[in-house]
T-cell receptor
Framework: GAGVSQTPSNKVTEKGKYVELRCDPI?????LYWYRQSLGQGPEFLIY????????DSGLPNDRFFAVRPEGSVSTLKIQRTERGDSAVYLC????????????FGQGTRLTVV | GQQLNQSPQSMFIQEGEDVSMNCTSS?????WLWYKQEPGEGPVLLIA?????ELTSNGRLTAQFGITRKDSFLNISASIPSDVGIYFC?????????????FGKGTKLSVKP
């Protein structure tokens, strides 16, 4: 596609449920990033993939959060046993993966845990 | 921990006015990035700076990488209504990967026609 695509655009879930958020990066981009943005804050890094492998997952807040990118393209962010504090906009970005190349962000998925 | 301090937090200006915002850090960095985010959208890169003292323009936007490598500013000249949005500075996390960026809290810009 022309840009980074994230689905769904909005997700409302009940506390304790499991959710999956999907990211389709720009074709040919080897690097993929997940960020979380709370209201009134800047994006916070979660995890970075180079190809199929997680090159840096130091931003994942706890073991309820997990992300995969099995074929080096589409990525899924998975959140188990959701909590109200997980409510935020989850942003995905992709880039060519070489140094100093621009990361292009998707529109995000707004997750609301009730 | 590593933090970026952005100021001002918000700005309300008249169309046609010039705008200046800045970002400071207690740590030294090799890169400064400036992004703009509009409602319901992801951040979009405006300007990237890679060298101390570097001054870079992108249309009406000008950004500079401070000589001390601990600060950067972004100027917008002759503001227009479509400049409305939140402007973020960002840095690569020290010791982190190239995708691990630290963002400031943003400067929210409102432009009155």
């Amino acid at each position: 596609g022309a840009g980074v695509s994230q689905t769904p655009s909005n997700k409302v879930t009940e506390k304790g449920k499991y959710v999956e958020l999907r990211c389709d990066p720009i074709s040919g981009h080897t690097a993929l990033y997940w960020y979380r943005q709370s209201l009134g804050q800047g994006p916070e890094f979660l995890i970075y993939f180079q190809g199929t492998g997680a090159a840096d997952d130091s931003g994942l807040p706890n073991d309820r959060f997990f992300a995969v990118r099995p074929e080096g393209s589409v990525s899924t962010l998975k959140i188990q046993r959701t909590e109200r504090g997980d409510s935020a906009v989850y942003l995905c970005a992709s880039s060519l993966g070489t140094a100093n190349t621009e990361a292009f962000f998707g529109q995000g998925t707004r997750l609301t845990v009730v | 921990g590593q933090q970026l301090n952005q100021s001002p937090q918000s700005m309300f200006i008249q169309e046609g006015e010039d705008v200046s915002m800045n970002c400071t850090s207690s740590s030294i960095f090799n890169t400064w990035l400036w992004y703009k985010q509009e409602p319901g959208e992801g951040p979009v890169l405006l300007i990237a700076l890679y060298k101390a003292g570097e001054l870079t323009s992108n249309g009406r936007l000008t950004a500079q990488f401070g000589i001390t490598r601990k600060d950067s500013f972004l100027n917008i000249s002759a503001s227009i209504p479509s400049d409305v949005g939140i402007y973020f500075c960002a840095q690569a996390k020290v010791g982190g990967s190239q995708g691990n960026l630290i963002f400031g809290k943003g400067t929210k810009l409102s432009v009155k026609p």
